[in-house]
């Protein structure tokens, strides 16, 4: 019981790496809270359905186009609202409560367009095929998302501790003004930034339609909330932080479902977060960062 | 006259509570922002005072005004106790404290019994009349006025400009930020305690992170650089939906498209004096240009 309930945690908690993982990328590079990532992310899930029930796309074609589609949208929201308070100089919460804005009015206008109620994917599209062993199931679905998350995070984490790119994005997290100085092309990865991150909430949005089957446009609020205390429980801004915060998240609601009760599924997240702050607001990897705002 | 006015009040009663209510709301933040904090606890503590004044009036005899004070200390009390350790905590990190702090609330009184679960509490007396709602926001707005002049105020107004020569100044900053966020907790009871006992019904989904941001939106959009910029900001978004009956659906999305634009246009909020003096002075400047 305890291994099938272990299985269970490692799913929805690399889920929650995931989405969590292009939150503190866009938090460590612009050093923006951006409270659009949950709204993209249900963006990406739609984006998977619509492309597969009406276009018969194959499920994987369509999770590539969407983290496409998603990433593209980041990469706009970065141009028409981030970027023009970078020029000014924004106070440190501009950016969060316009972005606030943002996630306002993608969601709004995914319900005006899609309709508020669920929706799922059309039938025979989710792999029904589960592998047994002993008596633990494992569903193709979980394993998909379980590989296909940890896939993206070991990119991820490669391309920022070894390629020219990385490096570069690195030093730009110390200090954009420096990098900028030493000839990095900062607008350029900023953007880059956008765009990663926004792809991979949209991953994350394709991953959790599939395993719960359930999309509709309020998804990516509850989401979001989560990925503010995965951040917060890693360490915002570290991308490691964010992989191991997340599992333990995912870790802590599946245990907490399983031997408490499940009415406070949504409290532990948000109890851990609390805890966190007040104890170690840097998280358990973060640095301690000098106070900016 | 009179018959026309009973017409006018039949059908716009709810707006203009409404309005009163969103302007105390967005007064309890602009209280906490003119300290430089950004809290996004305020619904929560809304819904705090909501639920002790509704559940006051409905289980026992004691009169409307001693509910209404119920829900005004209730939220202090409780910012009290999670202000202290909290308010160490700056920028985006105070901002993701209180928005855990709501959700934490919003589930408590999800799941207890007495606070009617996921149903909320239905058949709250209907005890707020329109005077109550202006004599409280008279009170309010005069104290929080005297407070601007005063030593208080100054203190606020230095922590937010810059903290740390706030504090080398000798100014008890911790303090202060306790007492804006405990007097804004104060503030937000207060008008979820004249909320309920107008709507009647309550439900933990009404004071959840939508509601936060509503109420930030409002002080955003009119300015929290003074009073009069929390008060135009709650009464243009309240207003707002009746002139937007056309969009239907996507009245939200006007919203969110109006909170990016003030945040890209005119940081300040639109009722912002140092904009307002200078749009003035170039007036004053190009007119008497002319004549000479």
Request: aromatic share 10%; with cysteine; glycine share 10%.
């Amino acid at each position: 019981m305890l291994a099938q309930q272990l299985i269970n945690a490692l799913t929805l908690g690399s889920v929650y790496a995931l989405f969590a993982l292009g939150f503190t990328l866009v938090f460590g590079v612009l050093g923006v809270i951006n409270l659009s990532h949950g709204a993209i992310f249900m963006l990406g899930s739609y984006m998977a359905l619509l492309l597969v029930s009406s276009f018969q796309m194959s499920l994987w074609m369509a999770m590539l186009l969407s983290m496409l589609a998603c990433g593209l949208l980041g990469v706009v929201v970065d141009f028409l609202v981030l970027r023009p308070l970078r020029q000014r100089n924004a106070p440190h919460l501009a950016p969060m409560i316009a972005t606030i804005g943002v996630a306002i009015m993608i969601t709004n206008i995914s319900q005006g367009i899609f309709g508020a109620e669920n929706k799922r994917f059309p039938f025979g599209t989710i792999p029904e095929e589960s592998f047994s062993l002993g008596n633990l199931h494992l569903t193709a679905v979980q394993m998909a998302i379980v590989v296909i998350a940890f896939i993206l995070m070991l990119v991820l984490l490669q391309v920022m501790r070894r390629t020219q790119i990385g490096r570069a994005l690195r030093a730009i997290a110390e200090s954009p003004k420096a990098a900028y100085l030493l000839g990095i092309n900062v607008e350029g990865l900023f953007f880059l930034t956008s765009f990663a991150a926004a792809a991979l909430g949209g991953a994350a949005g394709v991953l959790v339609g599939l395993s719960f089957n359930a999309i509709s446009p309020f998804m990516g609020q509850p989401m979001l909330h989560k990925g503010i205390a995965v951040i917060i429980l890693g360490g915002m801004g570290d991308i490691r932080g964010a992989m191991i915060g997340g599992l333990f998240l995912g870790f802590a609601e599946v245990m907490s479902v399983a031997y408490i009760s499940s009415d406070f599924r949504d409290a532990v997240a948000f109890g851990l977060l609390f805890i966190i702050l007040l104890v170690r607001p840097s998280g358990m990897f973060g640095r301690v960062l000098e106070r900016k705002a | 006259m009179l018959e026309w006015w009973d017409g006018f009040w039949a059908i716009y009663s709810t707006v203009i509570f409404g309005i009163g209510i969103n302007a105390m709301l967005a007064l309890s933040i602009y209280l906490t922002l003119s300290c430089g904090l950004l809290s996004l606890a305020n619904a929560a503590f809304m819904g705090i005072g909501a639920y002790t004044a509704s559940m006051i009036s409905m289980q026992t005899a004691l009169p409307f005004p001693l509910a209404l004070l119920a829900g005004a200390i209730m939220p202090a009390i409780v910012a009290l106790i999670i202000g202290i350790p909290t308010l160490r905590l700056s920028g985006v990190y105070l901002a993701m404290a209180t928005l855990g702090f709501g959700e934490v609330v919003r589930v408590i009184v999800l799941n207890m019994e007495i606070t009617g679960g996921p149903m909320g509490l239905n058949g709250i007396p209907q005890k707020t009349e329109w005077w109550h709602i202006v004599l409280l926001l008279a009170a309010i707005l005069f104290i929080l006025a005297r407070m601007r002049r005063s030593k208080t105020g100054r203190a606020f107004e230095a922590i937010k400009e810059d903290e740390i020569a706030a504090r080398l100044m000798g100014v008890n900053v911790g303090g202060y930020k306790l007492l804006a966020f405990v007097m804004g907790a104060s503030i937000a009871g207060i008008a979820g305690g004249l909320n309920a006992h107008y709507t009647f019904t309550i439900g933990p989904g009404n004071y959840a992170f939508e509601n936060a941001v509503d109420i930030l939106t409002m002080a955003v959009f009119g300015g929290t650089s003074n009073l009069i910029g929390p008060l135009i900001g709650s009464s243009s978004l309240t207003l707002l939906p009746e002139f937007m009956h056309s969009l239907k659906d996507f009245r939200l999305a006007a919203n969110g498209l109006i909170l990016i634009l003030v945040i890209l246009y005119l940081p300040k909020g639109i009722w912002d004096p140092a904009r307002i003096r200078n749009f003035r002075k170039k007036l004053t400047s190009s007119s008497s240009g002319k004549v000479s």
